[in-house]
């Protein structure tokens, strides 16, 4: 299913989110990624993300907020759910804590297992900048719901 039968389908269920915007994307930069992340968000294991701040600055996109709805989708752009984020706050990397890495619900849910994932996702996209990650880089967290599925 694509991402505007999903909406579609959701809307005629809660009419009141009709006129709300969406964005429809998939976690990380390659196939397994982005098919085992929304995995665990349709599963409710994933309830969070971290993304870099300098991207949306880069790329002149707007900053998740509140109440936005995300259309999660796998590597092939199947809408796999809707989730409704709650939560959106900006910290250096080195300050997330224990607690987001566990919401993000990827392997041990460890902050440890967190940090060396994330520094080598970050490492890899900011060289596509020709820029180098350090752990004062400022961070994006944002938490979610699945609201359809």
């Known amino acids: 299913m694509k991402a505007e039968e999903m909406w579609m389908k959701y809307i ?30 349709v599963d409710g294991k994933k309830t ?3 993304s870099g701040l300098c991207f949306y600055e880069l790329d002149n996109e ?13 590597w092939d ?14 910290v250096p990397f080195n300050k997330v804590t224990k607690e987001h ?3 993000e619900g990827e392997g ?17 996209e900011l060289r596509e900048y020709e820029k180098e990650f350090n752990e004062n880089m400022i961070v994006v967290c944002e938490e979610f719901e699945v609201v359809w599925k």
């Open 12 to 41: 005629n269920k809660y009419p009141n989110n009709k006129n709300k915007p969406y964005e429809a994307w998939y976690f990380g930069n390659n196939e397994k990624l982005a098919n085992e992340l929304a995995e665990l968000v």
């Open 48 to 50: 969070a993300t971290t």
């Open 62 to 74: 707007e900053l998740p907020k509140e109440g936005g709805f995300n259309i999660i989708l796998d």
């Open 77 to 90: 752009n199947n809408a796999k759910c809707i989730t409704k984020t709650t939560k959106v706050y900006i």
């Open 101 to 103: 890495a566990f919401k």
């Open 108 to 124: 041990d849910k460890t902050l440890s297992y967190w940090r060396e994932v994330h520094i080598e996702v970050f490492k890899q």
